[in-house]
């Protein structure tokens, strides 16, 4: 399973870091990932890292403003945002996933963390 995400409020401009940690024993065996919802869309695809950490992946409205890490030691993902815009405003959703995690998929058994609220203003 995933929890403890914290989220907030911040500025333009400004920076937030996104939390995830898992339980299980089989923590560094899980794709991690990061979604979000914006009021009224779809939930999108953010970013992905391997399970070694190795390779990460993002989405072109984040790349470059945006980096996720993962620590296996503490079961632990992470989501740094910097630079965030108004368009960031969403709620933000981390995954686990025993398969793949791909921009239009998930693979396999996967778990959902609780959502956390990121506002931007303007």
Not at 7 to 31: E, M
Not at 80 to 98: P, R
Not at 106 to 112: C, E, P, Q, S, V
Request: charged share 20%; proline share 2%.
């Amino acid at each position: 399973s995933a929890a403890g995400v914290w989220g907030g409020l911040v500025q333009a401009g400004g920076s937030l870091r996104l939390f995830c940690a898992a339980s299980g024993r089989a923590f560094r065996s899980y794709d991690m990932g990061w979604f979000r919802q914006a009021p009224g869309k779809e939930r999108e695809f953010v970013a992905v890292i391997s399970r070694s950490g190795d390779t990460t992946y993002y989405a072109g409205s984040v790349k470059d403003r945006f980096t996720i890490s993962r620590d296996n030691a503490k079961n632990t993902v992470y989501l740094q945002m910097d630079s965030l815009k108004f368009d960031d405003t969403a709620v933000y959703y981390c995954v686990v996933s025993e398969g793949s995690i791909t921009p239009s998929y998930i693979h396999g058994t996967h778990y959902w963390g609780k959502g956390t609220q990121v506002t931007v203003s303007s």
